[in-house]
């Protein structure tokens, strides 16, 4: 198990590296530099206030999901486990590295694995749906260009109905796994955390409440990346970044890249390519959109320093 996790992340840094090295070949990497040394204070700094922000807001999403699960942990508890797990996870493949630590540390204060994934799950799912939307309310105030809108249209149905069908994996995994697999080992343990997920039907006024947050947590992300883009002189309008940054934040939480560098940026650099965005500023932008989101986990790193000293002692 240790050895294929250890293969995975390492395929992982790889795939990054290799990205990285392509796009170094094709950008003018001292203009990066150059951009992202030069983007003005205030707007870095205002920045760094909506990234702890939005972590205040990502916390209080997932207290809300333990309450409805009377999973017993105080929100204290919880924004620990919280920060500390988005620090170690960004050592990890992005997407998945923060939310499998959160939830293993979860299961470690309540002895309950399968509600701690399913709360993580669905904070997942709920963030994937609120970027669908995001998608849509971008098509809505941007008409692209050369793009056939109902192709979008038709990709945010697609990926919003998976989400929603997530909490009916229940029914879908017994009507699908045959009878006689459902003893299985690896089939217990997903029809477990289906069925946890699931419970999360009989709940709908606290999913609302989290979806309303999930759209405020993607409102001030692109806010960022809009804030980071004036930061460093670009002329591109609010509602572009409303239709593009979903997918570039979309891209952050696929688990194909190490902390969301490399596959991201160059998906971030493409999209800002219409604009008439020079490659060298569109990547700076993307590093400090990933920068400022690491920035946002050295809470973490205090409270895993603090845990470590206090287990030494």
């Known amino acids: 198990m240790l050895a294929r996790l250890a293969g995975s992340w390492w395929v992982r840094a790889a795939v990054t590296a290799g990205i990285l090295g392509w796009l170094g070949t094709r950008i003018d990497m001292r203009a990066s530099l150059a951009a992202i040394a030069s983007i003005s204070r205030p707007h870095l700094v205002a920045v760094l206030g909506l990234v702890a922000i939005d972590r205040l807001v990502m ?12 999973i017993a942990v105080t929100t204290g508890q919880a924004a620990r486990i919280f920060l500390t797990s988005s620090f170690v996870g960004s050592f990890l493949p ?7 630590a959160r939830a293993w540390s979860l299961s470690q204060i309540t002895s309950r694995l399968g509600d701690a994934l399913a709360s993580v799950v669905v904070d997942r799912v709920l963030g994937v749906l609120s970027l669908a939307a995001m998608g849509a309310a971008g ?3 941007w008409t692209p ?20 069908a997530a909490f009916w994996g229940d029914a879908l995994l017994r009507a699908l796994l045959p009878a006689d697999r459902h003893d299985g080992p690896l089939a217990r343990r997903l029809l477990r955390l289906a069925d946890a997920v699931a419970h999360y039907r009989g709940h709908r006024g606290a999913l609302a409440t989290v979806m ?5 947590v993607q409102v001030l992300r692109i806010v960022q990346a809009y804030v980071l883009g004036l930061g460093l002189g670009l002329q591109v309008p609010f509602a572009y970044y409303l239709l593009v940054m979903p997918l570039g934040l979309l891209m952050l939480l696929v688990p194909i890249s190490v902390s969301g560098f490399g596959v991201p940026q160059g998906i971030i650099v493409w999209l800002l390519r219409p604009m008439g965005v020079p490659d060298p500023q569109a990547f700076a932008l993307s590093t400090l959109i990933v920068l400022t989101g690491l920035a946002g986990n050295l809470p973490g790193l205090v409270l895993w320093l603090r845990r470590s000293a206090t287990s030494r002692a």
């Open 59 to 70: 916390i209080w999403r997932w207290v809300l999901l333990l309450r409805a699960a009377s």
């Open 94 to 100: 992005a997407g998945v590295g923060g939310d499998a």
């Open 139 to 141: 098509l809505a105030a």
């Open 145 to 164: 260009g050369g793009i056939d809108p109902a192709r979008v249209v038709a990709a945010v149905l697609v990926l919003g109905v998976a989400c929603v």
């Open 212 to 216: 309303g947050w999930s759209i405020v």
